[in-house]
């Protein structure tokens, strides 16, 4: 490692990564719940959503969702209505998701349909959704190890790497051990197959010539046969075809020397003996010297035998068995491999285990390392939100075995109380205090997506830690496009953008409708929120609020 490297190692900094992707520029909802027909355009910064309880302010919340992936309930579908519609815009990005009343649910990108998988990566790298709920993931042990380790990705990347090495390796040790017997057995028939198909060594397209030979020696006597038959009747009998031709020829004679055609005839049939000749000559070879051989005959049907019995049991074809003979001897030798490296795979892994060692003792290093100033970073901002006494530490324990995130295992330690002993997260940790940890952990360490959505993350708190947590939504909001859902007046006071969500009934219908504020409207909003009415003693608390003159 170098100077400069391990001075990065020993001085961690703690800073949110740059989000990846454009943010959430409009959102187009359809028969979802209380909504007919909704249109919202999103800018930067902070958007507010507030209203009367019971108005369904989390109805945005819900669409969003559906972009994500969450299950999707037939109840949000409108009454009276076949389906819901929900589509989202990134730029130049579209996705959208639609729900029928069957249960059906298809999903969109660009246009296209894909799997609700694939809709799922897509928006998750776009996007995060703290609900009300999601708290509680932090208190598995996999997640709080997480926070640790998104700030040492090399440590992190190079023990997965060791890890993935040591593990495939051995896992091909362990095989090869426990396939010993199986192994030999494959290697005696793989073995016997490829001597067997060897030692007749058979070749692509030998059987044909071989038939037409087996063919021609079994017929050996009809073959002479016919030949003395022809020889008979063309040169051979008393009366025959080269006697004819002969005389035909002298008839000729006389004519031929008047006679320009006449001559012409006589050569040609002259010129048949000598073809009719030439052939005699042939066929009385046929006659004479095609004697039966039984030696060759028995060669011939023995190569043909031994081949029909390749092709029955490797074939159905002779090219098959010819493939199946490459296979086997290629699968011979991986096998006989195998058993080479059954000899030197045991170095091997010991050599990868050695090498996880060291690669887990960095990772160790760095959480050390990182762990004291991530916590106290965290804590500066728990702290401000209500909490002024609360503790907080990443403890790390030893494992007795390697695991696939390391030698130790990391668990975050927790008490809001004076006096209290630091104690597991999940063991001493309320539901609003998991929320204000949670909103703590966004602000400092950033979400992984550039937009992330809070979904009631103030429940349960007032007062100055209601303040102090618009505060963390404000910074948080100049890093990141950030949505909540929110019933306080201080959280509403810090937004750059506030929508309302009203509910109304028309046409015998309860509709739920989502407007951007203007400034005297949002002045109104903010001191109902305040004190439930819009008189003038509220409106200069809200105007003081907004740090507007009054």
């Known amino acids: 490692m170098t100077r400069k490297a391990r001075r990065a190692a020993d001085s961690p900094a703690v800073a949110p990564a740059p989000p990846a992707g454009p943010p959430l520029t409009r959102l187009e909802v359809r028969r979802l719940a209380t909504i007919e027909a909704l249109s919202l355009d999103f800018g930067a910064g902070l958007s507010v959503f507030t209203g009367e ?12 969702g559906l972009l994500l992936g969450s299950r999707a309930n037939t109840d949000l579908i409108r009454s009276g209505e076949t389906d819901l519609l929900v589509t989202g815009f990134w730029a130049d990005d579209v996705a959208s998701r639609r729900v029928t009343t069957q249960g059906r649910s298809t999903a969109r990108l660009d246009g ?52 993935r090495a040591w593990t495939e390796a051995r896992a091909r040790l ?22 067997e198909i060897a030692e007749v060594a058979p070749q692509p397209g030998e059987e044909e010539p071989l038939q037409a030979d087996l063919t021609r020696l079994a017929n050996l006597d009809t073959i002479a046969q016919s030949a003395a038959a ?18 035909a020829a ?17 050569r040609e049939l002259k010129e048949a003996l000598d073809s009719i000749q030439a052939v005699v000559g042939e066929l009385r070879g046929v006659a004479e010297d095609q004697a ?50 059954a000899g030197t795979l045991d170095d091997e892994v010991a050599r990868l285990h050695a090498a996880l060692d060291r690669a887990g003792e960095a990772l160790d290093h760095a959480r050390r390392a990182h762990a004291p100033p991530l916590a106290q970073a965290l804590l500066a901002v728990i702290r401000q939100l209500g909490m002024p006494h609360a503790r907080l530490e990443f403890q790390c324990s030893a494992l007795a075995e390697p695991a696939a995130y390391g030698l130790s295992d990391v668990a975050l330690h927790f008490t809001a109380n004076p006096g209290e002993a630091l104690a597991p997260l999940a063991d001493v940790a309320s539901g609003g205090e998991l929320s204000r940890v949670m909103l703590a952990i966004s602000t400092v360490l950033g979400a992984d997506t550039p937009a992330v959505v809070f979904d009631e993350v103030d429940a349960g ?76 003693a509220a409106l200069e608390h809200a105007r003081e609020l907004l740090g507007a003159p009054a």
């Open 53 to 64: 309880t019971g108005a369904g302010k989390s109805i945005i919340v819900d669409a969003l």
């Open 112 to 163: 296209e349909v894909v799997s609700l998988r694939e809709l799922q990566d897509w928006a998750a790298r776009r996007l995060t959704i703290h609900w009300q709920h999601s708290a509680v993931s932090l208190l598995t042990p996999a997640n709080q190890r997480a926070l640790l380790d998104r700030q040492l990705p090399g440590e992190t990347a190079a023990y997965a790497g060791a890890w």
């Open 174 to 195: 362990d095989a090869l051990r426990a396939s010993e017997r199986e192994r030999a057995r494959q290697l005696d028939l793989l073995g016997f197959q490829a001597r």
């Open 230 to 247: 022809a020889l008979n009747l063309l040169s051979d009998g008393e009366e025959n075809a080269l006697g004819f031709l002969n005389e």
């Open 250 to 266: 002298r008839a000729l004679n006389t004519s031929a020397r008047y006679d320009d055609t006449s001559a012409q005839l006589q």
């Open 292 to 341: 039966p051989d039984p030696e060759e005959l028995a060669r011939v049907e023995t190569r043909l035998g031994v081949l029909g019995k390749l092709r029955a049991k490797y074939g159905p074809t002779l090219d098959d068995v010819v493939a199946f003979q490459a296979q086997v001897e290629g699968e011979l030798a991986a096998l006989q491999r195998d058993e080479q490296d």
């Open 461 to 536: 708190i007032g007062g100055s830690a209601a303040h102090a947590v618009a505060a963390q939504l404000r910074t948080l909001a100049g890093s990141r496009q950030v949505l909540v859902v929110t019933h306080l007046a201080q959280i509403a006071a810090q937004a750059h953008h506030h929508y309302k969500v009203e509910k109304s009934v028309e046409a015998g219908r309860t509709v739920s409708r989502v407007r951007l504020l203007d400034v005297q409207e949002r002045l109104e909003e903010i001191a109902r929120m305040l004190s439930g009415n819009t008189s003038e």
